[in-house]
């Protein structure tokens, strides 16, 4: 019999080992705020690697760490933040794009949700015809420089890189990437492909979060090649 996928809910309980590696995460990337990185996005070379669980659990790590966050669903294909934290969708990053009246530093302006202390979520909003169009427009470009004024930090879940360019256009208007590898699930050349776009594409790529490890069977052989302690 095939063995079932666990499932994991969009913000895991904050005992769990994976939230336990996001907050290991936000530790790597404190540095990121003497670099004047402010605006992160997650992305992957294929879809289903995990890239909206690990940035909302991201962001509620940052936000139990006293920053202020938004996190900014601009997967505009497949928006699941606003199920990963139960809120409404129906007014979200597409209508604050489309708007005439804009707020401070004339960028479109956006109803946040507060999910809870230090995090605010920004959902897609309804779905557009044309989703990249969107993502490289000028409203997209403003909005992404006044969040970054109004928070410490900005995480912005994407789509994957290999099948649309949604991620490389959003790419271009952030301060740095992360790409997640689901072990197993992506073959090295095609997270290396993703890699090698992002980096023609004149992206900060910051990093890679290596998902859905087997921690166990890591540390078992481990011990395997190192000896185990006594
Ligand atoms: N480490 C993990 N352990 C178990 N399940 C996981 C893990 N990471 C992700 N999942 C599950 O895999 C599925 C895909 O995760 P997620 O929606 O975050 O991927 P995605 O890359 O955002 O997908 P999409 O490309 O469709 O946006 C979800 O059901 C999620 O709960
Ligand atoms: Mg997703």
């Known amino acids: 019999m095939k063995k079932k996928e666990t499932q994991l809910p969009g913000v895991v309980d904050s005992r769990s080992a994976f939230a336990e590696s996001c907050r290991a995460l936000r530790t790597n990337l404190l540095f990121l705020e003497e670099h004047r990185v402010r605006s992160i996005m997650i992305t992957s070379a294929l879809p ?3 890239k909206s669980v690990v940035a909302a659990n991201l962001a509620v790590a940052f936000a139990a760490g006293r920053r202020k966050v938004l996190l900014v669903d601009a997967d505009l294909r497949n928006p699941t933040q606003h199920k990963c934290f139960d809120v409404d969708n129906t007014v979200g990053l597409t209508q ?12 479109p302006e956006i109803i946040v949700q507060q999910t809870r202390p230090g995090l605010d979520v920004l959902t897609s909003g309804p779905l557009p015809a044309g989703p990249s169009d969107d993502l490289a427009s ?5 909005l992404v420089e006044f969040v970054k004024t109004k928070y410490n930090l900005v995480i912005f879940d994407s789509t994957a890189v290999l099948p649309v360019t949604d991620a490389l ?13 689901r072990a197993v699930h992506t073959r090295s050349e095609q997270a290396g492909e993703a890699i090698k ?3 023609r594409a004149n992206t900060n790529l910051l990093g890679v979060v290596l998902n859905s490890v087997n921690a166990r069977k890591i540390a078992a052989r481990n011990g395997h090649y190192h000896g185990a302690a006594p």
């Open 169 to 181: 256009v959003l790419a271009r208007h952030v301060d740095g990437i992360i790409l997640v590898v």
């Open 48 to 50: 289903n690697e995990g």
């Open 138 to 142: 000028d409203a997209m470009i403003r």
């Open 96 to 107: 604050a794009l489309r708007r005439p009246q804009s707020s401070e530093n004339g960028a």
């Open 197 to 199: 776009q992002l980096r």
